[in-house]
């Protein structure tokens, strides 16, 4: 069973520093990696999608990289603003109809 | 519609009452899933469609859990005499094919499901 842990569960930075978030799961053979960002309250928002032959993907601040021989993968955002105060989810797609999803990073930007 | 699209977004029912749960997804997906978010939980997996066929029902919970999915769209989560331990967001997802083919997976806002 893909168990998916994401580290650390909680942190606070302050505006304009750079955030790094971390995933890892256990079965190194998967289909691809989504990060999604969810606001209280609210559904979840796909962010980027890596699939399992690339490294990593970009999009604006977001830069998002794939290990998937450690089964380790990273979020960063680039000089971190308030509206990016949210909850960030890794979910693993191992091909079975299903994603795994670690309990999330929950992030404050602090003005 | 242009995002998934679920109903009610709110919904508190007493105990031992049956709710439904209803899922619009984006026009054209053929695959839909069913998540729970319980609080300080991760998402738990429920069930799988792929079109009208439900390939993946092992994520429900008990047999007091149904869903169903007609024309290939609208799917309807069924939870019959309901605990309070069902207390969750009931989430709603969609992608233009199955898991296996890699393609990004959308999902709704939830509904909050409160049972007392």
């Known amino acids: 069973k893909q168990e998916v842990t994401q580290i650390p569960a909680a942190l606070s930075v302050p505006e304009g520093e750079n955030l790094v978030l971390n995933c890892s799961f256990t079965?190194?053979?998967?289909?691809?990696l989504q990060w999604f960002r969810q606001d209280p309250g609210k559904g979840l928002t796909s962010l980027l999608l890596?699939?399992?032959?690339?490294r990593e993907q970009t999009s604006g601040r977001l830069n998002a990289s794939l290990d998937k021989s450690s089964g380790r993968s990273t979020l960063y955002i680039a000089a971190s603003q308030p509206g990016d105060s949210a909850t960030y989810l890794c979910?693993?797609?191992?091909?079975?109809?299903?994603?795994?999803f670690g309990k999330g990073n929950q992030v404050v930007v602090i003005p | 519609g242009a995002g998934v699209s679920q109903s009610p977004s709110n919904k508190v029912t007493e105990k031992g009452k049956d709710v439904e749960l209803r899922c619009d997804p984006i026009?054209?997906?053929?695959?839909l899933y069913w998540y729970r978010q319980s609080l300080g939980q991760g998402l738990e997996f429920l069930i799988y469609f792929q079109g009208n066929s439900a390939p993946d029902k092992s994520g429900l919970p008990s047999d007091r859990f149904s869903a169903e999915r007609t024309g290939g769209s609208v799917s309807t989560l069924t939870i019959q005499r309901t605990q309070q331990e069902d207390s969750a967001v009931y989430l709603c997802a969609s992608s233009s094919q199955g898991a296996r083919t890699g393609n990004t997976i959308y999902f709704g806002e939830g509904s909050w499901l409160t049972v007392v």
């Open positions: 026009s054209g997906h053929t695959a």
């Open positions: 079965d190194s053979a998967i289909y691809n």
């Open positions: 979910a693993v797609n191992g091909g079975n109809n299903r994603l795994a």
């Open positions: 890596i699939q399992s032959s690339q």
